[in-house]
């Protein structure tokens, strides 16, 4: 039997990253192939482990290694590692699987180092291969222009992170216990690095992670301004505005809208492209939207090839037109509200 | 001129190219390679980022200034055959000229890509102890007693000194304007060109055009290329990829309100065309003015502690697609010029004169004086090519073979060649009537 | 205290440029320029604003083939001291964990001559993105590992403390490391400088030092290729989403289109008309 | 070049009918290339009024090979997406009759860059 496949549970307090649970969905696939088990790792100062510990199990880990020490809270890079490598040298998991986070990045490619095993970031797709039993990682590289199937051949663990929303949220199975391994691992007293503080983002700030509907522009909004319409529509529909790099380069919007390669992945029940002319960089962010409807006044932008619907004209009479129709409708639906 | 509190960085060079195009490359190499110290300041991430042409080198002049380029430069194809069609209303007359010596050494001509070629030249004239400063846009120059000392940078203490500056900025003369040697730019004598590559697998092309492995084909369209829209079309091949384009007089383009790429996609729809672009996908594309004022529209070419060349001097052939090649010798000239300036230890107008002399003597103004009387195209003699194609052939071959005659001594040539082949009257009067408007 | 800084750059090429042939579902890389890796110019500003700030020196570093001289030699036109190239064809094939063995023996060279405080990257590269190689810098050479800096906050360049706030997810942190340091930086982090004349001239000049293996102390089975744990698989086209049904407005109306792509959601089972949702 | 040469540039018979939009867009074409916008425009009109009152074609919409120049008819302005200017100078050499367009280049490192040209 091969050695679990782990996911390591990145989180502040009680408070988990929705990814960690996304991973221990594929974590329990790839277990069943490999004829193993899906593991949560909890790293942190022990006092709050039980509600994670829970979750994890819910979510369908099979074993929690929690491991407690006061230097592992706040996380810091350096603690973390050294406790996460210590773990996987004693109990020599198959496979390390972490979110494509600011924390999971980081603490991956120190424990990846430490343990000079091959690691493979940003992973879109995960299997284990039936023949030789290697786990297949598929990324996109170049700029998201081409996917490549990564393997580590003759190293252990195999190591991936995996940018959130990729893999939907497994169903929770409430109730569902597991095994618990709990260790103090003996860290330095003296850290190097120390967190100071914690600002939590605004409340308003844009959360493209998690909209059900986002309306995006490019540059052929051609300037600022006109981004106010799109907001428009953006509340009409409930949703919030995304932004090509195009429209971000010139200073339109913030990066924060930044839908694509070099911003944020979403994957939002419904997907309006404005004036984006579908720039690779800018598909491999939002492709995995449910429906894709894309307005652009060129035929043959590239946007249309993966655009359920395309509507081919002038962006600054379309999008108003929405507005005017979506309010339409509600007021229709007022009305028949009404007369009930 | 008060310079203020921007004290001039005194990188003690000899001179300062403004542009790292055709012109401005072949003056810094020639510069360097004569022991000049010599910067070169161009505002592209690289020496050629910025340029655009239709895509034909010559051997001959390109050899002048870097002897047996062909072994290191980033070249395309050799050019074996050349076409020449003459398109009024649907017809087309085609004209071709081929030949095997044009694929071997030295050859005629080559089709490339500026943007590599350019920095491939750059990296010579580096390795030959050139300063190449890339990214930099010079805004104005420094004068000093009514002298060109120095150029004025945008950057932060932007200004260098040298004892010569060569503009080579390229078709907008911006500097050239401030030097006050600029005539100023007028619609009637400038050309937009707008221009797509297209890939297309290696043996499509060599398919397609005909061509042995690894030559290449170019095609200059004249007439009507388009439904009654007067204009040049242009088809080259490179290695795995087509370039086509076409030019437009700005007047035309504006008197009409049309559109540059309109144009360039009806040109695309040709069947003529069509058939040789099927199936090809797009890779760029691209924009630039000609200068195609010719002698008329050259700005006076030198001043105290200043030279101008290449398109920034209107230094085009216009029919004959031979801009690189006189920017090439101008910058060439120039350099030659001030480095006997630095001899001489003079860097005044009277000496900088010498440029004068040198273009004077060679075929750069020669061709241009002789272009000065291009009549609007030859679209009067459509039979011209079809009547008399072993003739048309050897036309051609001149025509199309660059060395250092100038088309003055060309037509003399030719005329011999056709007076030998016993002409009537008539065939005569075509062949000087078309030698007015192609030459 | 005087700082020296050693900045890793890449030179990569440039995938804003990078196309697929829509024929062959096969990457053009003919004509793609390579460029100094985007991040890795905020990681220079970063070294030269602390330089400012508190004086010292500063060695750029690069590993590539020899062209990638020419990302150095812009570096160096920015007033980086020194640079130094790591080119062998030993080198070749490399993951980040064999990158970074290599720049680590490279870096322990440079730290004989002078003492290293900061090791700073760009956050990742555009090619590769993956943002490995700097943490794995830092554990090589057991250094504070500081990554994803939006905002560096302060150096107290006597006490050896830095301060950096870092961008997360959900909000930002500010942390404090003991030198030397490890840092990786963000295009929030700071506003890349328009290098002076003088400078970029002075660069052209310069040397740039060239190192093969037999210059660091390495042992070849962990450079390259040979001392990569992954390897690629296979490389293939993104599979492509269908075009779907397109609509050309001017053929009706704006209004009509509006409605007509409102419709089909509603079939789709997606509708907007429950009042403020 | 008199001051009514540079208002009228070849004198040109100018085709004066309103202003139709360009029937091809070249937003596919310029995808092609790379741009690395500055932050401040290059470009700019020099007098409003010309383009309101005088410039019934509006010209530059058609002659700018970039799409660069639009009309917006609602601020009867032409407003210029700078961001995708391919840098050849037809809005100064005539592309604009009324010679109402004022160009620079832009800053040196930023712009259009050509990778075959």
């Known amino acids: ?283 491999a962010g939002m492709q995995n939207s449910d429906i894709i409807v894309a307005i652009n006044n060129d035929p043959d932008a590239p946007i249309f090839d993966i655009a359920d619907y395309g509507i081919v004209g002038d962006l600054f009479e379309l999008v108003p037109a929405f507005i005017t129709e979506i309010r339409k409708r509600k007021d229709g639906a007022g009305a028949r509200e009404a007369a009930v | 001129m008060n310079l203020g509190d921007r004290k001039p960085v005194d990188g003690n060079f000899d001179a300062i190219v403004v542009g790292g195009g055709p012109a401005g490359l072949s003056a810094t190499y020639t510069l360097a390679g004569g022991g000049a110290r010599v910067a070169l300041i161009e505002r592209g991430d690289w020496p050629g980022s910025k340029n655009m042409m239709g895509g034909l080198i010559f051997s001959q002049p390109t050899s002048e200034v870097v002897p047996g380029f062909w072994k290191q430069a980033p070249l395309e194809r050799p050019v074996t055959r050349r076409e020449m069609w003459l398109t009024t209303g649907d017809s087309v007359l085609k004209a071709a000229y081929e030949s095997d010596d044009f694929g071997a050494e030295p050859y005629n001509s080559f089709t490339v890509f500026r943007s590599r070629f350019d920095k491939w030249l750059a990296g010579e004239a580096r390795a030959k102890g050139a300063v190449i400063i890339t990214e930099t846009l010079v805004e104005d120059l420094l004068w000093e007693n009514g002298r060109v000392v120095g150029v004025r940078t945008s950057r932060p ?61 170019a095609y200059e369209v004249v007439g009507e290329i388009t439904g009654g829209t007067p204009g040049t079309g242009f088809i080259y091949t490179n290695k795995d990829t087509v370039s086509i384009g076409v030019g437009i007089i700005l007047k035309d383009l504006v008197t009409r309100a049309g559109a540059a790429y309109a144009l360039l996609e009806r040109f695309k729809a040709q069947p003529q065309v069509q058939r040789l672009i099927a199936g090809a996908s797009p890779r760029e594309y691209t924009a630039h003015l000609i200068p195609e004022g010719g002698y008329q529209g050259m700005p006076r070419l030198y001043g105290n502690g200043v030279l101008v060349a290449g398109d920034a001097a209107s230094m085009v052939n216009a029919v004959n697609t031979e801009g690189a090649n006189l920017a090439l010798l101008s910058g060439r000239m120039a350099a030659q010029t001030v480095l006997r300036a630095m001899d001489c230890g003079s860097f005044e107008s009277l000496t900088l004169s010498h440029y004068g002399d040198l273009l004077n003597n060679s075929l750069v103004i020669k061709d241009l004086k002789q272009y000065q009387k291009v009549t609007p195209f030859l679209s009067s003699h459509p039979h011209f090519f079809s009547l008399y194609p072993e003739l048309a052939s050897a036309v051609l071959k001149e025509f199309l073979t660059v060395d250092s005659l100038s088309k003055a001594d060309k037509l003399h040539l030719i005329t011999r060649l056709v007076r030998s082949q016993q002409p009537t009257k008539k065939l005569l009067k075509d062949l000087y009537d078309t030698w007015k408007a192609l030459s | 205290m005087a700082i020296h800084s050693v900045v890793c750059v890449k030179q990569v090429p440039d995938t804003t440029q990078v196309r697929i042939d829509p024929d062959t579902g096969s990457l053009i890389r003919a004509g793609i320029p390579s460029v100094i890796n985007p991040f890795d110019l905020h990681a220079v500003e970063a070294a030269l604003r602390l330089r400012d700030e508190h004086g010292g020196t500063i060695t750029a570093l690069s590993m590539g083939p020899p062209q990638a001289e020419e990302s150095l030699r812009k570096v160096l036109g920015f007033g980086v001291d020194r640079a130094v ?53 830092a554990r090589r050479l057991d250094l504070s590992q500081v990554t994803y800096i939006c905002e560096l906050e302060s150096l107290d360049s006597d006490a050896g403390i830095i301060r950096a706030w870092r961008q997360l997810e959900n909000g930002r942190e500010l942390l404090e490391a003991r030198l030397p340091a490890a840092l990786t930086i963000t295009e929030t982090c700071n506003r890349i400088r328009y290098a002076s004349l003088p ?79 | 070049m008199s001051d009514k040469d540079k208002k009228n540039p070849g004198n040109l018979p100018y085709d004066n009918r309103p202003w139709i939009p360009p029937a091809h867009n070249v937003t596919a074409q310029l995808g092609l290339v790379k741009f690395t916008p500055d932050d ?32 917006e008819e609602e601020e009867q302005s032409i407003s210029i997406a700078f961001e995708g200017c391919l840098e050849c100078g037809t809005c100064r050499s005539g592309g604009c009759p009324y010679d109402n367009i004022e160009m620079r280049y832009p800053r040196g490192g930023f712009g259009m860059q050509y990778r075959y040209g």
């Open chain 1, 1 to 283: 039997m091969a050695g679990d496949v782990w996911v390591v549970i990145e989180h502040e307090g009680e408070s988990a990253a929705n990814v960690s649970w996304e991973l221990l969905g594929i974590a329990a696939r790839l277990a069943g192939d490999l004829d193993s088990q899906p593991a949560a790792v909890i790293l942190g100062d022990g006092d709050n482990s039980d509600f994670l510990t829970r979750h994890a199990f819910s979510y369908g880990a099979a074993t929690a290694y929690v491991a407690g020490n006061k230097s592992l809270t706040p996380f810091t890079a350096g603690p973390h590692s050294q406790a996460l490598a210590a773990l996987a040298r004693k109990y020599n998991p198959e496979i390390i699987l972490l979110g494509a986070t600011t924390r999971g990045r980081d603490l991956a490619s120190a424990v990846a180092t430490d343990l000079e095993t091959g690691l493979t970031a940003d992973c879109t797709e995960l299997e284990v291969d039936p023949e030789s039993g290697l786990l297949r990682q598929t990324r996109p590289a170049f700029g998201g222009n081409i996917l490549a199937t990564i393997i580590t051949p003759g190293h252990r663990p195999q190591m991936a992170t995996v940018r959130p929303g990729v893999f939907p949220l497994p169903q929770a199975a409430a109730g569902a216990t597991g095994k618990v391994v709990a260790s103090k691992p003996r860290l330095a007293k003296e850290q190097r690095v120390h967190r100071l503080q914690f600002l939590p983002n605004p409340e308003e700030e844009v959360s493209l992670h998690g909209a059900d509907v986002i309306v995006a522009g490019g540059r052929g909004m051609r300037k600022a301004k006109n981004f106010i319409m799109l907001g428009d529509l953006a509340r009409e529909l409930g949703g919030v505005v995304g932004a090509s790099r195009g429209a971000v380069d010139a200073g339109w919007v913030s990066a924060r809208h930044q839908v694509g390669q070099t911003g944020q992945t979403v994957r939002p029940i419904l997907y309006i492209a404005v004036g984006i002319s579908g720039a690779i960089q800018h598909v």
């Open chain 2, 157 to 217: 203490e932007g200004d260098l000194e040298a004892d010569a500056v060569i503009i080579a900025e390229g078709v907008n003369p911006f500097l050239t304007e401030k030097a006050g040697l600029s005539r100023g730019v007028k619609a009637d004598s400038m050309a937009l060109a707008v221009k797509e590559v297209l890939a297309l697998p290696k043996e499509k092309i060599e398919d397609r055009f005909n061509l042995n492995e690894g030559t290449g084909a």
């Open chain 3, 85 to 137: 190239l790591l080119t062998d064809r030993a080198f070749a094939g490399a993951d980040t964990l064999a990158t970074t063995y290599a720049l680590a023996a490279a870096i322990r060279r440079i730290a004989a001559d002078q003492p290293v405080d900061l090791v700073i990257c760009g956050k990742q590269s555009i090619d590769g993105d993956t943002g490995q190689v700097g943490p794995g810098l």
């Open chain 3, 199 to 277: 400078d970029m001239i002075a660069a052209s000049d310069k040397a740039i030092e060239t190192w093969g293996m037999n210059e660091i102390e390495v042992e070849r089975d962990h450079l390259g290729l040979k001392g990569s744990p992954t390897r690629v698989s296979k490389i293939f086209a993104p599979p492509v989403r269908q075009r779907g049904e397109i609509i050309i407005a001017a053929d009706s109306s704006p209004a009509a289109a509006a409605a007509a792509v409102m419709d089909r959601l509603a079939e789709r089972g997606i509708t907007f008309d429950e009042g403020d949702g």
């Open chain 4, 40 to 71: 401040t425009s290059h470009l700019s009109i020099k007098d409003k009024k010309v383009c309101q009152e005088r410039c019934r074609r509006k010209f530059c919409t058609h002659s700018c090979p970039a799409q660069v120049y639009r009309w």
